[in-house]
């Protein structure tokens, strides 16, 4: 199809790249570097898209980032399929794939078109109205019915495929905005030697300049200046240049998140490139220079395909090289407009009338404009577009009434004025100020090290624009420190002058009732609808904006916030600044999940820790579970095993000869120098300063509340040197709470603490076989239940690398825990593997240990606690050392309510059937006859399957429950009332005799 | 029965190291990857009376300025807080049994296996640890020689600059093939 | 993310190295065991959580690992200062008007 709409010789594209697309299924072709909606206008194509409430026609309004309207769904592929990418920034490429979205069964017919019929029932606040009754049939009914109705694009069903990077870069000044004004700052700040960002969120940088055709700076047109000044600051080294880049965040401390579109304009970007890249800069200077938006004119149906800002049009002539129409209207209340006529006239374009809402504007434009035998209509107003998916005409009538006249157009192009960009500014928390004059809100107040230049500054001509930016850039450069030098300011030599324009609703606007004259075209806001929330008694802007959703779409309000506040300030009777504005917050533009995630996704989410050992475990089939961040193994199935039968024969085997177990995750904490006593008598509720080296002791750590937060195994390896173990989970909080405690409330005592956690692996060999498994591949350390005792450590060597070998068991069994250099840990465990082999040992995994713990009645921390158990509660009663006068958590542990009667205590549970288990976490009551609700008296915190007793068992918190020995109580479930008889804690070798067995 | 075992003690028989990720590479334009060979590493902790007597032990002067290590015959010490500092020793001599012979106060914890180290080198070096370290690598802020304990992703770090264009990254045995696969991951995107 | 001056390291850091540790200067009693009900609830459970300035604890935990106190505004999220921890309150805080 030939592109009827591209000007020979017009626009800054090599026309001799074609791309070809799709849009809904027809082709087209396009021109490399153009973007979609520049493609589609070329080929006549105004019609792009559905609005989100009433599913009225649309086309573009913009040629920017503030569009609204033409939101299309990009498919690369059946995982690539992005939805409400603004066709007013996607770059063209041959191939890419577009489609229309929110419409049924296609865009041109849209059933739920029917919805602008229907609309008088469609106005603010409808849905709060009206979806109240019945209640039920909102979540039902209601909402899945709206939602499909008034959808933006279609989420993708597939996991992204793409890839996302992130940077953190740090700069002297940052400049955002590659305008005349961001350019100049960048070129005075980078000059100075400082390191300079400069970004844009075009491809190409010139900003206004891509569109205005009467800049020029020094003695050359205005875009091609810009494009030399940034190759200049692009071959510095102290300057990055970022195009395509947007900055969305301004945070503390000049903090600012830019996403930089890597890669969505290439045709085939592979592997290599990420699709985009997340640049989190520090900057000691900010330069804004984020310019202004135009603003469209309120009046009826002023949402027609066709009908768009005067300053788009000229971008997609001076720029692009395409004409959005062949006989255009014009609708103005300001000088800008005047140029876009202007441009199209000499290119060629038909104008048919200028409508100028002034009543004898004077300048040179007007007059350029007349000369080119442009008609141009003063004091009139356009009340009306005509013409349904596609604009046919104009109505127009003198502002003030009178005879309505029709001019028949195929495009209106509009200019209600310019709003500067403060959003970023904004962000920064910086307080806008109301220019009364101007009738601009402007930055006032700045709260952080920026400064705003240009038309985002209020600024008006490009002489005025350069001056102040240049200054800008030099003085941000030289606040960060650097030296003034000498250089030189570009000099303008020709260039446009704008006047004000108006805000709110032109005449014509309403208030008819019949009228659509839009305010918001993305949410689909009208002037109407912002009367009807004044009338309905709204009176700040946030509340207007609320009722009404003006400003809330993903394009936040960026041609519409100012006209809602004129409109709303106007029906209250109120000055614009009283009404107040709203919040402007990130992001400035929808920002895609990938670029957040960036690297974070996959194997990189989180980091997945495993110990030295896995491998073996791994190859030995060990199935394993998530611990944290670690991965342990959980069981080790033989073939055929189901995981109940492979525990129930670990926990056998364990107690019949003797099982391995990997325990490196343990956290361990080398507490080292001549106070290392001192101070564990102060973080551990036992005593320490007796312990003989070459001793252990189980030890509680509670916090000050009193409650337990650790336990775990300490060796005395010397007198001033303890190894303490941890939980696994606790490692890091365990060694947060002790650091906290020596260098904030106990700095006086000389002892440090280092995290040894990987730097030893574990191996656990428990059972009666473990001393002959271990002991053939021992030096230096007597193994003799004498020289070796239950609960002591020594240093020597294992397999000839050095080892502490801890006699310990959390099985009730004979065992040991065998800690080498983590290196080491593998091909220790398999020497001991080998060694176990001979005793028919097997490896048992974290399930089985947890089962074999529960047998003997230890509890672990987090599962038979939960922050609210005390020593005592859990029966721990006798590792508080009663004759301290000191310890975190002395004094919490005294408090009334835990020391009263009736507290939860641990007990042991049995069931009545032994082959019963209860559910973990399932609840305790008395009387099973009560009425529901029941008072819970406790629940259960482990319960297993116990092979080695035959039995279930479960360890539960009950209310007085060691008052309650022998007690039968109920545990409801959904079928079952489970009677449970109180037990002790402990289920088997009660006397413990097997220790040493 | 104990007795027994405790007489038939095996042959010692030196086992094999199995260090995490070892021998590793990537090396892309712009910027190459290493998991570098096994170093002797301790954690020394000491008030400040006691620095000189343990640079003198150690052979080398033990930093006191923030961000910033000694090095000398392949021994460095970086500074990681008021009170602390990371001894490497790529040369295979202990620094813990340098140390076992200082009477004054300290604390020296052997953690030779806790870490493992990356190097990271070439003129994207700098560019590839920003993809997750939030500090500012410039060689003003960050000259050769700086050392720091830091973030990368969602790891914690401790980087060293060896050169304008190289850095170790030290970090725990664990957290090595996050670490690894996160370096790799950024290199391929640190070059533009 | 906000930049924080450690006094240990003497220089600006990113926020992702530290963590909060919550209100300063809270002593604990040297004599903890001590304490009545009433002075162990203040000490424990009751924090002054002021609109505007607070002195709060944290730690450079993923840097010199050294916690320290900082004088904040809840306001505004500005640090006014840093100090190493144990040292005293500061009578006068930088750029304060009173």
Same mark, same amino acid.
């Given at each position: 199809?030939?592109?009827?709409?591209?000007?020979?010789?017009?626009?800054?594209?090599?026309?001799?790249?074609?791309?070809?697309?799709?849009?809904?299924?027809?082709?087209?072709?396009?021109?490399?570097?153009?973007?979609?909606?520049?493609?589609?206008?070329?080929?006549?194509?105004?019609?792009?898209?559905?609005?989100?409430?009433?599913?009225?026609?649309?086309?573009?309004?913009?040629?920017?980032?503030?569009?609204?309207?033409?939101?299309?769904?990009?498919?690369?592929?059946?995982?690539?399929?992005?939805?409400?990418?603004?066709?007013?920034?996607?770059?063209?490429?041959?191939?890419?794939?577009?489609?229309?979205?929110?419409?049924?069964?296609?865009?041109?017919?849209?059933?739920?078109?029917?919805?602008?019929?229907?609309?008088?029932?469609?106005?603010?606040?409808?849905?709060?109205?009206?979806?109240?009754?019945?209640?039920?049939?909102?979540?039902?009914?209601?909402?899945?019915?709206?939602?499909?109705?008034?959808?933006?694009?279609?989420?993708?069903?597939?996991?992204?495929?793409?890839?996302?990077?992130?940077?953190?870069?740090?700069?002297?000044?940052?400049?955002?905005?590659?305008?005349?004004?961001?350019?100049?700052?960048?070129?005075?700040?980078?000059?100075?030697?400082?390191?300079?960002?400069?970004?844009?969120?075009?491809?190409?940088?010139?900003?206004?300049?891509?569109?205005?055709?009467?800049?020029?700076?020094?003695?050359?047109?205005?875009?091609?200046?810009?494009?030399?000044?940034?190759?200049?600051?692009?071959?510095?080294?102290?300057?990055?240049?970022?195009?395509?880049?947007?900055?969305?965040?301004?945070?503390?401390?000049?903090?600012?998140?830019?996403?930089?579109?890597?890669?969505?304009?290439?045709?085939?970007?592979?592997?290599?490139?990420?699709?985009?890249?997340?640049?989190?800069?520090?900057?000691?200077?900010?330069?804004?220079?984020?310019?202004?938006?135009?603003?469209?004119?309120?009046?009826?149906?002023?949402?027609?395909?066709?009908?768009?800002?005067?300053?788009?049009?000229?971008?997609?002539?001076?720029?692009?090289?395409?004409?959005?129409?062949?006989?255009?209207?014009?609708?103005?209340?300001?000088?800008?407009?005047?140029?876009?006529?202007?441009?199209?006239?000499?290119?060629?374009?038909?104008?048919?009338?200028?409508?100028?809402?002034?009543?004898?504007?004077?300048?040179?434009?007007?007059?350029?404009?007349?000369?080119?035998?442009?008609?141009?209509?003063?004091?009139?107003?356009?009340?009306?577009?005509?013409?349904?998916?596609?604009?046919?005409?104009?109505?127009?009538?003198?502002?003030?009434?009178?005879?309505?006249?029709?001019?028949?157009?195929?495009?209106?192009?509009?200019?209600?004025?310019?709003?500067?960009?403060?959003?970023?500014?904004?962000?920064?928390?910086?307080?806008?100020?109301?220019?009364?004059?101007?009738?601009?809100?402007?930055?006032?107040?700045?709260?952080?090290?920026?400064?705003?230049?240009?038309?985002?500054?209020?600024?008006?001509?490009?002489?005025?624009?350069?001056?102040?930016?240049?200054?800008?850039?030099?003085?941000?450069?030289?606040?960060?420190?650097?030296?003034?030098?000498?250089?030189?300011?570009?000099?303008?030599?020709?260039?446009?002058?704008?006047?004000?324009?108006?805000?709110?609703?032109?005449?014509?606007?309403?208030?008819?009732?019949?009228?659509?004259a839009f305010v918001d075209f993305q949410n689909d806001v009208?002037?109407?609808?912002?009367?009807?929330?004044?009338?309905?008694?709204?009176?700040?802007?946030?509340?207007?904006?609320?009722?009404?959703?003006?400003?809330?779409?993903?394009?936040?309000?960026?041609?519409?916030?100012?006209?809602?506040?004129?409109?709303?300030?106007?029906?209250?009777?109120?000055?614009?600044?009283?009404?107040?504005?709203?919040?402007?917050?990130?992001?400035?533009?929808?920002?895609?999940?990938?670029?957040?995630?960036?690297?974070?996704?996959?194997?990189?989410?989180?980091?997945?820790?495993?110990?030295?050992?896995?491998?073996?475990?791994?190859?030995?089939?060990?199935?394993?579970?998530?611990?944290?961040?670690?991965?342990?193994?959980?069981?080790?199935?033989?073939?055929?095993?189901?995981?109940?039968?492979?525990?129930?024969?670990?926990?056998?085997?364990?107690?019949?000869t003797a099982g391995l177990f990997d325990a490196s995750t343990?956290?361990?904490?080398?507490?080292?120098?001549?106070?290392?006593?001192?101070?564990?008598?102060?973080?551990?509720?036992?005593?320490?300063?007796?312990?003989?080296?070459?001793?252990?002791?189980?030890?509680?750590?509670?916090?000050?509340?009193?409650?337990?937060?650790?336990?775990?195994?300490?060796?005395?390896?010397?007198?001033?040197?303890?190894?303490?173990?941890?939980?696994?989970?606790?490692?890091?909080?365990?060694?947060?709470?002790?650091?906290?405690?020596?260098?904030?409330?106990?700095?006086?005592?000389?002892?440090?603490?280092?995290?040894?956690?990987?730097?030893?692996?574990?191996?656990?060999?428990?059972?009666?076989?473990?001393?002959?498994?271990?002991?053939?591949?021992?030096?230096?350390?007597?193994?003799?239940?004498?020289?070796?005792?239950?609960?002591?450590?020594?240093?020597?060597?294992?397999?000839?690398?050095?080892?502490?070998?801890?006699?310990?068991?959390?099985?009730?069994?004979?065992?040991?825990?065998?800690?080498?250099?983590?290196?080491?840990?593998?091909?220790?465990?398999?020497?001991?593997?080998?060694?176990?082999?001979?005793?028919?040992?097997?490896?048992?995994?974290?399930?089985?240990?947890?089962?074999?713990?529960?047998?003997?009645?230890?509890?672990?921390?987090?599962?038979?606690?939960?922050?609210?158990?005390?020593?005592?509660?859990?029966?721990?009663?006798?590792?508080?050392?009663?004759?301290?006068?000191?310890?975190?958590?002395?004094?919490?542990?005294?408090?009334?309510?835990?020391?009263?009667?009736?507290?939860?205590?641990?007990?042991?549970?049995?069931?009545?059937?032994?082959?019963?288990?209860?559910?973990?976490?399932?609840?305790?009551?008395?009387?099973?006859?009560?009425?529901?609700?029941?008072?819970?008296?406790?629940?259960?915190?482990?319960?297993?399957?116990?092979?080695?007793?035959?039995?279930?068992?479960?360890?539960?918190?009950?209310?007085?429950?060691?008052?309650?020995?022998?007690?039968?109580?109920?545990?409801?479930?959904?079928?079952?009332?489970?009677?449970?008889?109180?037990?002790?804690?402990?289920?088997?070798?009660?006397?413990?005799?097997?220790?040493?067995? | 029965?104990?007795?027994?075992?405790?007489?038939?003690?095996?042959?010692?028989?030196?086992?094999?190291?199995?260090?995490?990720?070892?021998?590793?590479?990537?090396?892309?334009?712009?910027?190459?990857?290493?998991?570098?060979?096994?170093?002797?590493?301790?954690?020394?902790?000491?008030?400040?009376?006691?620095?000189?007597?343990?640079?003198?032990?150690?052979?080398?002067?033990?930093?006191?300025?923030?961000?910033?290590?000694?090095?000398?015959?392949?021994?460095?010490?970086?500074?990681?807080?008021?009170?602390?500092?990371?001894?490497?020793?790529?040369?295979?001599?202990?620094?813990?049994?340098?140390?076992?012979?200082?009477?004054?106060?300290?604390?020296?914890?052997?953690?030779?296996?806790?870490?493992?180290?990356?190097?990271?080198?070439?003129?994207?070096?700098?560019?590839?640890?920003?993809?997750?370290?939030?500090?500012?690598?410039?060689?003003?802020?960050?000259?050769?020689?700086?050392?720091?304990?830091?973030?990368?992703?969602?790891?914690?770090?401790?980087?060293?600059?060896?050169?304008?264009?190289?850095?170790?990254?030290?970090?725990?045995r664990s957290f090595s093939d996050y670490v690894f696969t996160?370096?790799?991951?950024?290199?391929?995107?640190?070059?533009? | 993310?906000?930049?924080?001056?450690?006094?240990?390291?003497?220089?600006?850091?990113?926020?992702?190295?530290? &963590?909060?540790?919550?209100?300063?200067?809270?002593?604990? +009693?040297?004599?903890?065991?001590? $304490?009545?009900?009433?002075?162990?609830? #203040?000490?424990?459970?009751?924090?002054?959580?002021?609109?505007?300035?607070?002195?709060?604890?944290?730690?450079?935990?993923?840097?010199?690992? &050294?916690?320290?106190?900082?004088?904040?505004?809840?306001? +505004?999220?500005?640090?006014?200062? $840093?100090?190493?921890?144990?040292?005293? #309150?500061?009578?006068?805080?930088?750029?304060?008007?009173?």
């Open positions: 199809m030939i592109a009827t709409f591209r000007i020979p010789g017009a626009g800054r594209l090599k026309q001799a790249e074609t791309a070809r697309f799709s849009f809904d299924g027809q082709s087209y072709a396009g021109v490399e570097g153009e973007t979609l909606a520049s493609a589609l206008l070329a080929n006549g194509v105004h019609l792009v898209g559905r609005s989100f409430k009433y599913h009225r026609p649309r086309g573009f309004l913009s040629a920017g980032a503030e569009e609204p309207n033409a939101l299309v769904e990009i498919k690369r592929d059946s995982a690539r399929r992005t939805p409400n990418v603004r066709a007013t920034v996607q770059e063209l490429y041959d191939g890419l794939t577009a489609q229309s979205q929110n419409r049924w069964p296609s865009l041109a017919f849209d059933v739920s078109a029917l919805g602008d019929i229907a609309s008088p029932l469609l106005s603010a606040g409808f849905y709060y109205k009206t979806f109240m009754w019945p209640k039920s049939a909102w979540k039902n009914f209601y909402e899945p019915r709206i939602r499909a109705a008034a959808g933006l694009g279609v989420a993708p069903d597939q996991p992204d495929p793409d890839r996302y990077s992130a940077r953190f870069a740090h700069c002297d000044v940052l400049v955002l905005g590659g305008g005349a004004a961001g350019i100049a700052a960048a070129l005075a700040a980078a000059e100075t030697g400082v390191r300079v960002i400069l970004a844009d969120e075009q491809a190409d940088f010139g900003g206004s300049l891509r569109f205005e055709s009467g800049a020029r700076i020094d003695g050359q047109d205005g875009f091609a200046w810009a494009q030399g000044a940034v190759a200049k600051l692009g071959a510095m080294d102290n300057v990055r240049v970022l195009s395509r880049t947007t900055a969305f965040g301004y945070y503390a401390q000049n903090f600012v998140g830019l996403v930089e579109r890597v890669s969505d304009h290439l045709q085939n970007p592979g592997r290599a490139l990420p699709r985009e890249r997340l640049w989190q800069v520090r900057a000691k200077r900010v330069v804004l220079a984020t310019g202004a938006i135009e603003r469209h004119m309120v009046f009826a149906d002023n949402d027609r395909p066709g009908v768009m800002l005067a300053s788009a049009a000229r971008t997609y002539l001076n720029h692009f090289g395409v004409a959005v129409g062949r006989n255009v209207g014009v609708y103005t209340a300001n000088d800008s407009a005047y140029a876009a006529a202007i441009d199209l006239k000499k290119a060629g374009v038909g104008v048919a009338a200028i409508v100028d809402l002034r009543d004898n504007p004077t300048g040179s434009m007007i007059d350029e404009a007349r000369a080119l035998g442009i008609e141009v209509n003063f004091g009139r107003a356009v009340i009306r577009a005509g013409g349904k998916l596609r604009v046919s005409s104009m109505t127009v009538q003198p502002k003030n009434g009178g005879g309505e006249r029709t001019i028949p157009v195929d495009a209106i192009l509009m200019s209600a004025g310019w709003t500067p960009s403060v959003h970023l500014f904004s962000q920064s928390r910086g307080k806008v100020a109301f220019n009364d004059e101007t009738k601009r809100f402007v930055p006032g107040t700045y709260a952080q090290d920026c400064v705003s230049v240009g038309a985002c500054n209020g600024t008006d001509g490009l002489s005025a624009t350069i001056d102040e930016a240049y200054a800008a850039g030099a003085k941000a450069a030289k606040d960060a420190g650097a030296n003034t030098v000498k250089a030189t300011k570009p000099k303008v030599d020709a260039s446009e002058s704008w006047s004000r324009g108006m805000l709110g609703a032109a005449p014509g606007a309403g208030p008819d009732t019949t009228v659509k009208t002037a109407k609808d912002i009367r009807q929330a004044v009338h309905e008694g709204m009176r700040s802007i946030e509340h207007v904006k609320r009722f009404t959703t003006n400003g809330m779409a993903t394009d936040q309000g960026k041609t519409s916030n100012m006209h809602g506040l004129a409109i709303a300030a106007e029906t209250l009777g109120k000055p614009i600044p009283q009404v107040g504005l709203t919040t402007f917050r990130a992001p400035y533009t929808p920002v895609t999940f990938g670029s957040i995630v960036g690297h974070a996704r996959g194997k990189l989410f989180d980091p997945t820790r495993k110990t030295a050992i896995h491998p073996w475990a791994e190859a030995q089939g060990a199935v394993f579970e998530d611990v944290g961040q670690w991965k342990r193994a959980w069981y080790f199935p033989k073939a055929g095993e189901d995981m109940h039968a492979a525990v129930d024969r670990e926990c056998v085997t364990v107690r019949k343990l956290g361990k904490i080398e507490v080292v120098g001549p106070d290392a006593a001192k101070f564990m008598e102060l973080l551990y509720t036992n005593p320490w300063e007796k312990l003989e080296p070459g001793r252990c002791r189980y030890g509680i750590m509670l916090r000050e509340d009193g409650f337990i937060y650790d336990d775990g195994v300490v060796g005395r390896l010397a007198a001033d040197r303890f190894h303490v173990t941890t939980t696994t989970g606790g490692a890091p909080r365990v060694m947060n709470h002790m650091e906290d405690y020596l260098q904030t409330e106990f700095p006086h005592l000389n002892v440090w603490l280092t995290s040894t956690t990987e730097q030893w692996a574990v191996i656990a060999v428990q059972g009666p076989k473990s001393r002959d498994i271990i002991a053939p591949l021992v030096e230096g350390i007597d193994m003799s239940d004498g020289a070796l005792p239950h609960m002591s450590v020594r240093e020597g060597r294992i397999c000839g690398v050095p080892t502490r070998l801890f006699r310990m068991s959390f099985t009730g069994e004979r065992g040991f825990e065998v800690n080498v250099p983590a290196d080491y840990g593998q091909a220790v465990w398999e020497a001991l593997w080998s060694e176990g082999q001979k005793h028919g040992a097997c490896a048992y995994g974290t399930e089985a240990m947890h089962v074999l713990r529960a047998e003997k009645g230890y509890i672990i921390v987090g599962q038979d606690t939960d922050g609210t158990v005390t020593p005592g509660d859990a029966g721990l009663d006798w590792a508080v050392g009663k004759k301290k006068t000191d310890f975190v958590g002395i004094r919490g542990m005294a408090r009334p309510d835990l020391v009263a009667k009736g507290r939860k205590q641990l007990v042991g549970l049995k069931t009545k059937d032994p082959k019963v288990v209860l559910e973990e976490g399932a609840q305790i009551v008395g009387d099973p006859k009560q009425a529901i609700p029941m008072t819970m008296i406790g629940h259960v915190t482990s319960s297993y399957w116990s092979q080695n007793c035959g039995r279930s068992i479960a360890l539960a918190l009950v209310a007085g429950g060691r008052d309650r020995m022998g007690e039968t109580l109920y545990v409801p479930m959904a079928n079952a009332m489970i009677e449970v008889e109180v037990t002790g804690m402990v289920f088997f070798d009660e006397k413990g005799e097997r220790l040493n067995g | 029965m104990a007795k027994a075992a405790a007489d038939k003690i095996a042959a010692p028989s030196a086992v094999e190291r199995r260090p995490a990720l070892a021998g590793q590479e990537l090396s892309v334009t712009g910027v190459t990857l290493a998991v570098l060979q096994p170093a002797q590493r301790i954690s020394l902790r000491a008030p400040e009376a006691s620095v000189a007597v343990l640079s003198k032990a150690l052979g080398v002067s033990l930093p006191q300025k923030p961000k910033t290590s000694a090095a000398k015959a392949g021994r460095t010490a970086l500074w990681l807080g008021p009170d602390e500092w990371l001894v490497i020793d790529d040369a295979a001599k202990d620094p813990l049994a340098d140390c076992a012979a200082v009477t004054a106060l300290h604390s020296a914890v052997g953690i030779s296996h806790r870490n493992v180290a990356i190097s990271v080198i070439g003129p994207a070096a700098a560019a590839t640890i920003n993809s997750g370290c939030p500090q500012d690598l410039s060689l003003d802020a960050f000259p050769v020689g700086a050392a720091s304990r830091t973030i990368l992703g969602k790891a914690e770090i401790v980087l060293l600059r060896t050169a304008a264009d190289a850095f170790r990254v030290e970090c725990w996160f370096l790799s991951e950024a290199a391929g995107d640190a070059a533009a | 993310m906000l930049l924080i001056r450690c006094p240990y390291c003497e220089e600006e850091r990113p926020e992702l190295e530290f &963590r909060n540790a919550g209100e300063a200067h809270i002593a604990r +009693s040297a004599d903890m065991a001590a $304490t009545s009900d009433d002075d162990f609830e #203040k000490f424990f459970f009751i924090r002054s959580n002021p609109k505007g300035i607070i002195y709060e604890r944290w730690r450079h935990m993923h840097g010199c690992a &050294r916690f320290f106190n900082a004088v904040r505004d809840t306001v +505004s999220d500005r640090f006014l200062m $840093t100090y190493k921890a144990g040292e005293p #309150k500061p009578a006068k805080l930088p750029g304060a008007s009173e």
